[in-house]
């Protein structure tokens, strides 16, 4: 067994990261940077590792009631449930990065061409050569302009 003050240490450090986890969780809230569904996904394993950093004997207790006598499956499962949290965003930013791509596509193929529009006058198509950075998104412009052309990417 270690030390109580290697103990008491442990869990002091412990506590203070996990306590900064959840401030940081509260001040992404507070300024929009999460949105509330994901903050319900967050603050509960925030709290979680609060809770264990001050009452760490409820784990040895939640252990022995679910009959894992070794601390080692506890931690795997703890392992396996943020896999599965770090699987779900990377799948939404993938859905999100996809429609963000067409969404841009459809932008830049509704917007008027400068030499292909007969009816344009001179003012339209300068305003159009200086507007050409509004609506871009990285990485989707070789796309666009590619689509444009003909070719495939």
Known sequence: MLPDSVMFSARLIFGLCSLAL????L??????????KYALLWLPLGGGFL???FFPDLLLDFSARV???YMTVVVLGIIIVFTNILLY????MS???????KLAQEIAISRPQGG???GASAAGQTAAKTDSGAGWVPGTARTVA???TGSRT
């Open 51 to 53: 809770i264990m950093s």
């Open 89 to 92: 965003f990377t799948v939404r």
């Open 95 to 101: 859905q999100m990065r996809e429609d963000i791509k």
């Open 67 to 69: 009959h894992l006598h």
């Open 116 to 118: 292909a529009s007969g």
């Open 22 to 25: 959840v401030g940081v969780i």
């Open 27 to 36: 001040v992404m809230i507070r300024r929009n940077a999460i949105r509330e």
């Open 146 to 148: 590619g689509n444009r």
